[in-house]
């Protein structure tokens, strides 16, 4: 059973994750145009958003989602197919892509007017053979398409590990790195030759344990801190390309609901 502290908890941080991200919309939009205007700054973005030209025709810009296959990462690449994205869900085995697949039959059934896809696709982020292979695959599918330029890449996949730190093997807390922040730079590295040239953007999936830190959630806590202190720092780097770099918070804590992907104590979990 969830425990009920953390559902109310995780139910007033959902307010709270709500609000800050209104504000930082406002704000980021705000002091963009004012710089940009003021200092001929980077120009706010809009081409990284579907729209329908006025002759019909659907500008569908690309997103890669790691971990589409279920949680975050699946409801991720649904929501971005429906607001009209061409959105390559990602999984490491093509036995999992089977709910991906599902969703892609009903979204095109549903959806066909609105421009947006889902395309299953292969992709093991521990591997860089198989990280390399998917980029080439993406790039034939979208063939140089001008309509369907490569703007996005959601880091997601990843899984929450809640064990105590003196308990917990270093082979654990080793894993849980390659898998939530080595294979982040490596996703990030493998697609930043064509994000940077269609001037996209990047985004990190964190957590409230990058900076909340409860009990039993040290290995998490540390990677998280990790993963936000890195995305803001390459964030600078590549900016003067054009590209952005940004790091999401969702609205509930790891462990608060059930959700596929926690680890208790030392257990494994794939």
Known sequence: MPNPFLNVFSLIAVVLNRVLAY??????????????????????????????TRNGRCYSPAVVVTGASEGIGFATAVHLANKGYTVFATAPSDAELSKIRQAAAEHADRNRSKGGTIHPAIMDVLSPDSIAHCVGHIEDV?????????????????????????????????????????????????????????????????????????PLWAPYCALKAAVEGMTRAWRLELLPFGVGTSISFFSRLPGSQGREGVTLGCEKNN
Request: glycine share 10%.
């Open 23 to 52: 504000l930082d919309r406002a704000l980021h939009y705000a002091s963009g145009y004012i710089l940009y205007f003021l200092f001929k700054g980077l120009k706010p973005q809009t081409h990284t958003r579907p729209y329908k």
């Open 142 to 214: 979208l063939g140089g398409d001008p309509d369907r330029p490569l703007v996005g890449v959601v880091n997601n996949a990843g899984y929450c590990m809640i064990s105590p730190m003196e308990l917990t093997p270093e082979s654990d807390v080793r894993r849980i790195f390659e898998l939530d922040f080595w294979a982040y730079i490596s996703v990030i590295r493998a697609f930043l030759p064509a994000v940077k040239r269609n001037k996209g953007r990047f985004i990190n999936v964190g957590s409230y344990g990058g900076y909340f830190n409860p």
